[in-house]
């Protein structure tokens, strides 16, 4: 991301991560959250053709579980662009995700054991589908961030001693805190309760201004990088296309 945000990695894995981002406004942590779940466009299947079904299963059941299969989407793909996937499983067998082969070496299914039914001896499925490039503000299959949120960065300042005779109570805070000295630590390591990681002291808990934690899950579709890359560049199409409008 380009401007003057600060941003720290956590947290970080292909699907999932972590990231700390400071010198934003709530606005902003929104309109990212936002645009992660809505505007990052990603493969679905759209439309099947059924060749043979002899299953158990109806076309229209099979066809909502093709869509939610997760496809990887390039970054060459336009909004609308099709590709197409076949599938071809004679049983007895189990028809997984993984079964799918692509027109396209670039696309296919993001995990390769998503179960889509179970056949008998003598069942077939043979089947063509059209995957098709689309956001996630238009149908729910296309949200390449299946998990996206964030929180205010907490700040734990330790007062002092409790009381000699006062109450151990358990105190709960879920997210990322940071310390006096500056360290950021996930409150599961110490199972949320900042009395197991400071106990017997007296706490003060603030939020750091302008500073946001982000939780970041994708199906798979594309990398958490990737993913948070294309919804900034997003928000800078949207920004470019608004000051085009106003200049004219």
């Known amino acids: 991301m ?26 902003f942590a929104n309109g990212i959250r936002r645009a992660m779940i809505a505007d990052v466009p990603t493969l679905a299947i759209d439309t099947v053709r ?34 197409t996937l076949a599938l ?55 949200q390449g961030g299946v998990s996206v949120g964030y929180r205010h960065l907490q700040r734990v300042i ?6 000699e005779f006062a ?8 997210g990322v805190i940071e310390t006096e000295e500056g360290d950021l630590i996930p409150t599961s390591e110490f199972g949320h309760d900042l009395s197991e990681r400071y106990p017997g002291k007296e706490l003060r808990v603030e ?16 990398t958490v990088d990737e993913l948070v890359d294309r919804a900034a560049a997003s928000i800078g199409d949207r920004a470019s296309e608004l000051e085009d409008a106003v200049a004219l």
């Open 207 to 222: 939020d750091v201004p302008g500073a946001f934690v982000f939780h970041v899950e994708t199906d798979g579709s594309m």
């Open 88 to 142: 071809d499983v004679e049983g007895p067998a189990t028809a997984y995700s993984g079964d799918l082969v692509s027109s396209d070496d670039q696309v296919g299914p993001a995990e390769q054991n998503v179960p889509i039914i179970e056949l008998k001896e003598g069942q077939r499925l043979e089947l063509e589908a059209d995957a098709v490039l689309d956001v996630g503000r238009e149908h729910a299959k296309h």
């Open 2 to 27: 380009e401007g003057n945000f600060d941003v720290e990695v956590i947290e970080h894995e292909d699907r999932s991560a972590r990231f700390l981002v400071r010198n934003a406004t709530p606005a």
């Open 158 to 163: 330790v007062e002092g001693n409790r009381e």
């Open 50 to 83: 059924f060749i043979e079904n002899s299953s158990v299963m109806f076309n229209e059941q099979l066809a909502l579980r093709l869509g939610l299969v997760p496809l990887s989407t390039p970054d060459d793909y336009e909004l609308g662009e099709e590709v």
């Open 167 to 174: 109450d151990e109570e358990a105190n709960i805070t879920r």
